[in-house]
């Protein structure tokens, strides 16, 4: 099993940048990939950035240019750095890894961008 810790969600205004972590613990011998996705209230979830095990990274075209994923393979955590944020970024943001054939999912942080 793999746990996962989210942090760094809040309040924070229009223009402004936070920066989420997801820590994965437990049984990791080959994380394969690791992302964010996020859920509006009455919207499905959606895929905002991922980074695989090589490096190689994709994002939302939606936050491109605004958001950066990184991962330090040390410690087995994935950062998203959230600049220049908009209303419409407003969320509950889920990390996810993968491993082998099976996907684990973060319990979810809030990120609310409001004046």
């Known amino acids: 099993q793999v746990q996962l810790v989210e942090s760094g969600g809040g309040l924070v205004q229009p223009g402004g940048s936070l920066r989420l972590s997801c820590a994965a613990s437990?049984?990791?011998?080959?994380?394969?990939?690791m992302g964010w996705y996020r859920q509006a209230p009455g919207k499905q979830r959606e895929l905002v950035a991922a980074?695989?095990?090589?490096?190689?990274?994709n994002y939302a075209d939606s936050v491109k240019g605004r958001f950066t994923i990184s991962r330090d393979s040390a410690s087995n955590t994935v950062y998203l750095q959230m600049n220049s944020l908009k209303s419409e970024d407003t969320a509950v943001y889920y990390c996810?890894?993968?491993?082998?054939?099976?996907?684990?999912w973060g319990q979810g942080t809030q990120v609310t961008v409001s004046s």
């Open positions: 980074i695989r095990s090589g490096g190689s990274t």
């Open positions: 996810k890894v993968v491993q082998g054939t099976r996907v684990y």
């Open positions: 437990g049984r990791i011998f080959s994380l394969y990939a």
